[in-house]
């Protein structure tokens, strides 16, 4: 039999740098703390509990050595959260969170690359323009078209790991998969692709037009964003 480990709690690879661990942490508190489920009468206070748990191990290099040497030899403890399986499958087997992760990093490339296209906006200066209508890059053009394509082909390696996992891109934004995280936390029997029509669901039933409509919005103004981006990667 083959557990779950607190990388796998966490979203992150084995090599993760402690940045990574960090950021894993922070953004997956949001997302479990008790405070933040209230209102949904979701209880998640054992998820934050073992979130913690895995950050404190990996985070602290003497401990997550000690861990990584337990967890090598076939030793390691069961987590409530994070199920059982056999070696064989355990193998092919990726979290919802490896997912989860996928799309946030992706919405942070998104945001990063419309930052950096808005100050460039505001920085560009006549000579710029001139050189723009003869069909000339200056050195600053180069450097923001370098810059975007680095981010879009960061960007292309998590749309892999999402249209592998097919899911649509209609759910990529964080609301979306923030909703179906905490929900296949609950009961990881469940097909998170059956989540993502459940969660359409609870959109219909609980958000008002004008929220549903604002939600459309948003998400047809990151495909856009998206798009955009990814014109740099050609």
């Not at 899911?167 to 934004?173: G, H, L, R, V």
Request: net charge neutral.
């Amino acid at each position: 039999m083959a557990i779950r480990t607190y990388y796998h709690i966490l979203g992150v690879s084995r090599d993760a740098a402690p940045e990574e661990i960090t950021a894993a942490k922070n953004a997956l508190a949001k997302i479990y703390h008790p405070d933040a489920n209230m209102s949904s009468g979701v209880d998640t206070t054992l998820y934050m509990q073992e979130i913690l748990e895995a950050y404190h191990i990996l985070s602290d290099p003497e401990k997550r050595a000690k861990y990584d040497k337990k967890i090598s030899g076939g030793t390691n403890r069961v987590f409530r959260t994070f199920t059982m399986s056999d070696p064989e499958s355990a193998e092919n087997e990726t979290s919802f969170v490896t997912y989860w992760a996928a799309a946030g990093k992706l919405n942070e490339i998104v945001t990063n690359s419309i930052e950096i296209l808005e100050q460039e906006s505001q920085k560009v200066s006549l000579t710029q323009k001139i050189l723009n209508r003869l069909g000339k890059s200056s050195t600053c053009e180069k450097e923001l078209n370098t810059t975007l394509k680095n981010l879009s082909i960061q960007a292309l390696s998590h749309i892999t790991i999402l249209k592998n996992a097919e899911i649509p891109m209609d759910y990529w934004q964080s609301e979306a998969m923030n909703w179906v995280l905490i929900h296949w936390s609950q009961n990881q029997t469940l097909d998170y692709h059956t989540l993502f029509a459940q969660y359409d669901a609870f959109i219909n039933q609980n958000k008002s037009s004008a929220e549903r409509l604002k939600l459309r919005a948003q998400n047809k103004q990151f495909h856009h964003q998206l798009k955009r981006l990814l014109t740099y990667a050609l």
